[in-house]
């Protein structure tokens, strides 16, 4: 198993995503890994299931399809979250800005 706590914060988009494959392709080989992170979009990129914690409670648990939805994420960042699918398939997540 492998644990990363946060490994593309400060990172450069790039640089993110270069970390990002890298998790992919060992979660590939079949490793097991546990990532932390504040960007839900990179839950819908990586993982398998997710674990959404506010405050320090459990607030979620499942397919990142289940627990990363507009309406929960609103309730713990404290603002609007428009999730949207990309033409590729892929699917993101950003905070409304008005």
């Known amino acids: 198993m492998l644990v990363l706590d946060e490994p593309t914060a400060s990172l450069d988009f790039g640089n993110q995503a270069l970390v990002l494959r890298r998790i992919i392709a060992l979660r590939a080989q079949g490793l097991a890994i546990v990532l932390s992170t504040h960007d839900p979009g990179q839950a819908f990129a990586c993982a398998t299931d997710v674990a959404l914690l506010h405050r320090g409670t ?41």
């Open 58 to 98: 459990l607030r979620a648990i499942g397919p990142p399809t289940e627990v990363i939805e507009p309406d929960r994420l609103a309730e713990v960042y404290g603002v609007r979250v428009s999730v949207a699918c990309l033409p590729d398939g892929r699917l993101v997540c950003a905070p409304e800005l008005n």
